[in-house]
């Protein structure tokens, strides 16, 4: 594997090590102390499709967030 390679795979590796974080944490705090592993690979394709949504629209911000700026800039000018 080349460097980039294998940054991007240390990346999403980060991704999804946060995102069985963030549900074990929540199911500790829901007092579960058991679920079947296949509802918990549900629960976690649910939350990584959430997050590929959530990624969307927050770049999608940021551009408009941009956009914004640049256009009040030169409005200033």
């Keep these: 594997m080349s ?11 980060a991704i999804a090590t946060q995102q069985e974080h963030l549900l074990n944490d929540l199911l500790i705090t829901l007092n579960v102390k058991e679920i079947p592993e ?5 629960i976690l394709s649910k939350m990584k499709a959430s997050n590929l949504e959530l990624f969307k629209i927050t770049k999608a911000l940021e551009a408009q967030e941009i956009i914004d700026f640049v256009l009040s800039n030169k409005i200033g000018e």
Excluded: C, S, V
């Design 38 to 42: 296949e509802t918990f690979q549900l």
């Design 3 to 13: 460097a980039k390679e294998d940054t991007i795979a240390l990346l999403k590796d």
